[in-house]
């Protein structure tokens, strides 16, 4: 499944993170395949998406989020 899918507050795991389209400084900051997130917010009127990743708020547009693979976490 893709990041956009998820629901408000299921927290998943990131699988798949296709470089060529997310920013660098999410990497730095741990948005790698094993990290753990959770979709803070709905997608709001500018398309953005609000995540948590180890406590830290990240903005990811609809067409990012598209393109990251996640998986639930049981």
Same mark, same amino acid.
């Given at each position: 499944?893709?990041?956009?899918?998820?629901?408000?507050?299921?927290?998943?795991?990131?699988?798949? /993170?296709?470089?060529? !389209?997310?920013? *660098?400084?999410?990497?730095?900051?741990?948005?790698?395949?094993?990290? #753990?997130?959770?979709?803070?917010?709905?997608?709001?009127?500018?398309?953005?998406?609000?995540? /948590?990743?180890?406590? !830290?708020?990240? *903005?990811?547009?609809?067409?990012?989020?598209?393109?990251?693979?996640? #998986?639930?976490?049981?």
């Amino acid at each position: 499944m893709t990041l956009d899918k998820i629901k408000l507050n299921q927290p998943v795991k990131v699988c798949k /993170v296709p470089t060529d !389209f997310v920013p *660098a400084k999410f990497v730095q900051l741990g948005f790698i395949p094993g990290a #753990e997130i959770a979709l803070e917010r709905l997608p709001s009127k500018n398309g953005l998406l609000y995540i /948590v990743l180890d406590g !830290f708020y990240l *903005a990811i547009t609809e067409e990012i989020a598209k393109k990251i693979e996640v #998986e639930k976490i049981d």
